[in-house]
């Protein structure tokens, strides 16, 4: 773009990728289920890296959220997921979003990548997960507290949980004796100086 003073010629220096994630944020922050319109299943990598929003929903037309697809949103808190949503969330998707705190994953999700979230303190795993790449939580070793295990065996790695040395609670959805079965079985570690409390026969309303 170029500017005109009088008969003098100034070039005028626009951000261009500024500029894109300003409208961004404006259409997002009107339309807040802007991504229901998509005609894709899936929000590309990297789709909207830097945007400053405060909430968004994801609708059940979405089946796939690719790699760093909301990195570093770090005005977003809050993510709206359709209970038949998403089936996976890929590698750095939430990375870098600071306030985001609690998260709750929808039914739907199979798959767990790596990296995915930071510095949230509390989230779900649902029953129908398959797949929880063992640095999943990474980012989140000093910050999550609470975690809601929608499944009896849930697919964790051994060490998925040993570096979240702020862990305080985990509610789980199985009795005492299958939580013993199951972290025996798994050979599930812990932080060794955490004091965690284990909540037996709970039920999960999201």
């Known amino acids: 773009l170029e500017a005109f003073d009088d008969y003098k010629y100034t070039p005028l220096r626009i951000d261009k990728r500024q500029a894109i994630i300003e409208c961004l944020a404006i259409l997002l922050k009107n339309i807040p289920d802007l991504l229901k319109y998509s005609i894709t299943r899936y929000i ?49 998707a939430f990375y870098g979003c600071e306030r985001l705190k609690n ?14 979230f930071s510095n949230i303190e509390v989230i779900n795993i649902p029953k129908n997960v398959e797949f929880i790449h063992e640095k999943a939580f990474k980012y ?53 100086y955490a004091k965690i409390k284990i909540h037996y026969n709970c039920t999960f309303t999201f």
């Open 44 to 92: 590309p990598a990297n789709m909207f890296v830097g945007v400053p929003i405060e909430e968004i929903n994801i609708p059940s037309n979405i089946r796939k959220i690719s790699v760093g697809a909301f990195e570093r949103c770090d005005k977003l808190e809050k993510i709206n997921f359709n209970e038949d949503s998403v089936i996976e969330i890929g590698k750095n």
């Open 103 to 116: 998260v709750y994953l929808p039914k739907s999700l199979k798959r767990i990548d790596e990296g995915v």
């Open 140 to 192: 989140c070793n000093d910050s999550l507290k609470v975690i809601i295990l929608d499944s009896v065996k849930p697919q964790v790695y051994s060490c998925q949980f040993y570096y979240l040395n702020n862990l305080k609670d985990i509610y789980y959805v199985g009795n005492e004796t299958q939580w013993e079965e199951f972290i025996k079985e798994k050979n599930i570690k812990f932080f060794p």
